[in-house]
């Protein structure tokens, strides 16, 4: 879809602070839109594997980039995404019989493959069939990493697999989890880029034994003076580096990635052996999906520990986090709870849960930040990279071009956070660790 005059100038103009009608051009995924268009490029992350756990298990509805969906998995296992409403007259098909691999409306039968294409219809007399004519909207699935993805853009521009490095792993090296925010995707991704916000939003008060509350101020990471930022484009998205001063002089590194379009592959703050990481899908333009992974990539499982740091700490798993409707439980409805006598006494937030935090104030704001109003400063260079990345997605894709992130070099990133003796090359020595194949030698 070719940019009109109006948006072809927004393109041109500066990264930020953003016009209003800039901002829309980044957020808005509706079918249709110019970066509607962007985000159908990639691998989109649709379900947990989970969610359909077992052949003609029940369809599961699902609503990505705007779009209502279906989703399930045939007697053969194979997993369709296709439209919600039934061809025929509109009867929402995620209450259908999924049986003998399709799935089947309750009104009048008519029954749908993983492809969408129609294979019988039982309320047609056989000679009148015209079930070869009938198709539903679907979707290609591919299953990896304990997430089913769905592609949603041209067939002919479809990428290679998303093979990020946690889809390689053995399942004990990994966990997935996934939380609804109640704000638009951009909103998200520029909070996962912004290593600023960790020292005051996710700073404990006092070293703390759970760890839920934020992070020990006695850390290298919170005793580091502000840092500079230095952030580099690449053929996937941005690496970019936060460098801190410690107090004997010493670099506080932390080396991380932004993966269009909506990745954030960020430093493990306890065993550097261990990479995390997020995704931030649009569900719409008000509400994203936030799918939080963390994994081993040596031969060390993932332990007790980290396991229920990520569920608890880190404020993903059941405790914090509907598994049925992924809603989180402290939410706008109850401020999040917050709490005024902890955020004097315990943690600078006032909220337990890491991304507890995060959602409070990406979701506090509205579901589409005004960026217009914005003054950014040089530790938001980050998310300035971000949006230059966003718009030139946009321009890119407009003009018959491919965006970034969409060939394979994404395959083998890794982020890190480390020390270094003032004198030592802290880029040379990341890159090392941080493109373990292409740069590193492995
Ligand atoms: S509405 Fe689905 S078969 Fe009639
Ligand atoms: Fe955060």
Redesign the pocket.
């Known amino acids: 879809m070719a940019l009109n005059a109006k948006q072809m100038q927004l393109m041109q103009g500066p990264a930020s602070p953003l016009s209003r009608e800039a901002n829309e051009l980044i957020c808005m995924t509706g079918q249709g839109t110019p970066m509607g268009e962007v985000v159908r490029r990639y691998w989109v992350p649709a379900l947990l594997s989970t969610e359909l756990p077992s052949p003609d298990c029940d369809p599961v509805q699902v609503r990505l980039l705007g779009e209502d969906l279906v989703a399930f998995r045939d007697t053969k296992g194979r997993v369709g995404i296709v439209q919600w409403w ?1 061809a ?4 929402p098909l995620w209450m259908g019989r999924n049986e003998e691999d399709g799935i089947r ?1 309750l ?4 029954k749908y493959d993983v492809n969408g294409d129609c294979v019988d219809q039982m ?1 047609e007399p056989s000679e009148a069939q015209f079930k070869d004519r009938v198709k539903l909207i679907s979707y290609p699935t591919v299953e990896m990493g304990q997430i089913i993805w769905a592609y949603m853009g041209p067939p002919d521009k479809k990428p290679p697999d998303p093979e990020f490095e946690f889809t390689q792993v053995p399942s004990s090296h990994l966990q997935v989890s996934k939380v609804i925010q109640e704000c638009n995707w951009v909103q998200a991704v520029e909070g996962g880029i912004d290593p600023a916000h960790a020292r005051a939003l996710h700073g404990a008060i006092k070293d703390d034994e759970d760890g839920g509350w934020g992070l020990p101020p006695s850390s290298p990471f919170m005793t580091a003076s502000a840092g500079r930022y230095f952030v580099e484009h690449t053929d996937y998205g941005h690496r970019f580096w936060e460098v801190a001063k410690m107090q004997n002089g010493d670099n506080h590194v932390m080396a991380h990635h932004f993966v269009m379009p909506w990745t954030q592959i960020r430093a493990h703050t306890v065993n550097e052996n261990l990479v995390p990481g997020h995704f931030y899908v649009p569900i719409d333009d008000d509400n994203c999906m936030v799918w939080n992974w963390v994994y081993s990539y040596t031969d060390q499982p993932l332990s007790e520990f980290t396991l229920w740091y990520e569920d608890n700490a880190s404020g993903n798993g059941p405790a914090h986090v509907d598994q049925t409707t992924f809603r989180s439980f402290p939410n706008r409805d109850n401020k999040w709870g917050l709490d005024r006598e902890a955020q004097r006494t315990v943690s600078f937030s006032g909220v337990k849960g890491i991304n507890v935090q995060d959602r409070l104030v990406q979701e506090a704001v509205g579901p589409v930040v005004d960026r217009s109003r914005e003054n950014l400063g040089q530790s938001d260079l980050p998310i300035i990279g971000v949006r230059k990345k966003l718009m030139e997605g946009v321009a890119l894709v407009s003009d018959g071009g491919d965006p970034a992130g969409i060939g394979k070099s994404y395959y083998e990133l890794r982020a890190f956070e480390k020390v270094y003796p003032n004198e030592a090359d802290w880029k040379q020595e990341t890159m090392k660790l941080m493109h373990p194949k292409s740069v590193g030698g492995a």
């Not at 025929?88 to 009867?91: C, E, K, Q």
């Open positions: 039934c025929h007259r509109g009867t409306c009104y009048h039968g008519w309320s």
